[in-house]
């Protein structure tokens, strides 16, 4: 596809429990970037892969959340024993090197019950 | 500590007259300043952007004014239209090397026919 693409769209998971979120970027782009946008809330960057260089996990906000990006391309974003708080809207944006004009995807809407 | 603040959660204009949006900033190393788009249960859209070494940027309809002694700028929408309704985020970018953008929490707009 031409955009950037996110599954699953909407996610529904237990406290306690793991969940996945994927995203696929524009091809060719190098930078993928992870942000969250709770309720009420501006977007909160997570975390940002440029190419092979290690990625910039600062904005990730607890241990609890890990993202590894396979191949240059596809991304993972990872969240062990979920809590209500994480409850939010996951998005995942690419571009060509550096920001700062992202190319959004439409998001995972995450709830945790 | 909000570095960028839109103070308005929502606004409401008239088909045909002027939009202006607000926004706040207090961190003084923003590099450059950037509109996104959002509608619901989309991901954003860039919109519009402008350096911190201009004052003013125009394309199309859209125009962004940045004040940087009173740390403010504004977007303005002339003639608004209903496909403009939507939530319009302000985002910050620190200078060279920065890729972390730093958003508002949105004005909702909604253009009324």
């Known amino acids: 596809g031409a955009g950037v693409s996110q599954s699953p769209s909407n996610k529904v998971t237990e406290k306690g429990k793991d969940v996945e979120l994927r995203c696929d970027p524009i091809?060719?782009?190098?930078?993928l970037y992870w942000y969250r946008q709770s309720l009420g809330q501006g977007l909160e960057f997570l975390i940002y892969?440029?190419?092979?260089?290690?990625?910039?996990k600062s904005g990730l906000p607890s241990d609890r959340f890990s993202a590894e990006r396979t191949g240059g391309s596809v991304s993972t974003l990872t969240i062990q024993r979920t809590q209500q708080e994480d409850s939010a809207v996951y998005l995942c944006?690419?571009?060509?090197?550096?920001?700062?004009?992202?190319?959004f995807g439409n998001g995972t809407r995450l709830t945790v019950t | 500590d909000q570095q960028v603040k839109q103070n308005s959660p929502s606004l409401s204009v008239q088909e045909g007259r002027i939009s202006i949006l607000n926004c706040d900033y207090t961190?003084?190393?923003?590099?450059?300043f950037l509109w996104y788009k959002k509608y619901p249960a989309e991901g954003p859209t860039f919109l519009i952007s402008?350096?911190?070494?201009?004052d003013k940027n125009e394309d199309g309809r859209f125009t962004v004014f940045l004040n940087k002694s009173a740390k403010h700028l504004s977007l303005h929408i002339v003639p608004s239209q209903p496909g403009d309704s939507a939530v319009y985020f302000c985002?910050?970018?620190?200078?060279?090397?920065?890729?972390?953008?730093?958003f508002g929490k949105g004005t909702k707009l909604s253009v009324i026919p």
């Open positions: 091809s060719g782009h190098t930078a």
């Open positions: 985002a910050g970018e620190l200078g060279a090397g920065s890729y972390q953008l730093t």
């Open positions: 961190n003084s190393m923003f590099d450059y």
């Open positions: 944006a690419s571009s060509a090197y550096r920001g700062p004009h992202l190319h």
């Open positions: 402008i350096s911190s070494i201009k």
């Open positions: 892969f440029q190419g092979n260089s290690a990625p910039d």
